[in-house]
């Protein structure tokens, strides 16, 4: 099935809300801990599906299909566990140069388990965009300061990124046909309980802010938008986009992060335009067809 518009305008609204993900999660760390939170933000998922898949879906999910969902969600969850690991000796700045390489990883990936072979000018846009991205942060955040160093955190996320990216083309592989509310509501509710003994040993679940108001509308909106939200754009816009084409629309998150964070930072905005320009000609390239 090839993308329309509308499709295009629906991929635009996933990275809009994964780019939002990235401000408000930031607002979560003083009342609990990541992986607190994001077990949180999982269960919750499966408990807003929950009415919906016993009451208004009819579905039969054989003991094979429950195997895939478990694998693909263990990718999942092996990404955040990297990403709360890596920051221990690293810094989110450097994540977040990092993350530009995800794309670039899915065609490696794609290759390996869909033999999808991109064009020669599909990996230049591949290019392209990580040097868009990576301008976008270096002209945003003024304070980014990168060495020649590579730490050990560094390649924890390294190796997070690649579990992502095989998350993502698994699910294009094995999910892709199935109804996205149920394929969403199984590796959202496998993925908690693969959190849980995290959260019971390292997540500090004592210390998590449960009378907060802040806390609960900042993890509502996560649950509702990031999470829900984009976990069902996904698996319904697979079924029209290749992985490397739906993953390269997270060249446009650096940008839409410093829009997001306001008319304050109308300078960064307007330095930002020309790694803008570039980001927007790589994903030309990486959807054209020719």
């Known amino acids: 099935m090839q993308p329309t518009l509308t499709h295009s305008v629906l991929l635009f609204i996933w990275v809009s ?26 269960l919750l998922t499966s408990v807003c599906l929950l009415p919906l898949i016993r009451f208004g879906t009819v579905f039969n999910v054989g003991s094979k299909q429950l195997v895939k969902y478990a694998v693909i969600s263990l990718f999942l969850v092996l990404f955040f566990v990297g990403l709360f690991e890596s920051l ?37 846009g591949f290019l392209l965009g990580i040097l868009g991205a990576i301008w976008t942060l270096l002209v945003a955040q003024t304070d980014l300061q990168l060495t020649t160093t590579w730490l050990s955190g560094d390649s924890v996320f390294l190796l997070s990124c690649i579990s992502l990216a095989i998350h993502v083309v698994l699910t294009k592989k094995w999910v892709s046909t199935q109804p996205p509310l149920i394929s969403t509501f199984f590796i959202v509710t496998i993925g908690s309980v693969l959190l849980l003994p995290l959260v019971i040993l390292y997540g500090h679940p004592e210390h998590i802010a449960w009378c907060n108001g802040t806390f609960w509308l900042n993890i509502i909106y996560l649950t509702l938008f990031t999470t829900l939200g984009t976990f069902f754009l996904q698996q319904y816009l697979l079924k029209y986009f290749s992985p490397n084409a739906f993953l390269a629309a997270t ?11 306001g008319i304050g930072r109308l300078g960064a905005l307007t330095a930002c335009l020309p790694a803008f320009s570039i980001t927007l000609i790589a994903l030309y390239l990486i959807s054209s067809k020719a």
């Not at 939002?20 to 992986?35: D, G, K, N, Q, T």
């Not at 060249?251 to 964070?261: C, D, R, S, T």
């Open 17 to 42: 809300l994964l780019a939002s993900s990235f401000i408000v999660s930031e607002h979560v760390l003083p009342y609990a801990s990541p992986v607190a939170a994001t077990w949180l933000r999982f």
């Open 88 to 124: 221990k000796t690293t810094t989110a700045q450097r994540t977040a140069v990092i993350y530009t390489l995800l794309p670039l990883i899915s065609v490696f990936i794609s290759y390996l388990l869909l033999r999808v072979t991109p064009k020669a000018k599909q990996l230049f």
């Open 251 to 261: 060249y446009l998150v650096p940008a839409l992060v410093v829009l997001f964070q």
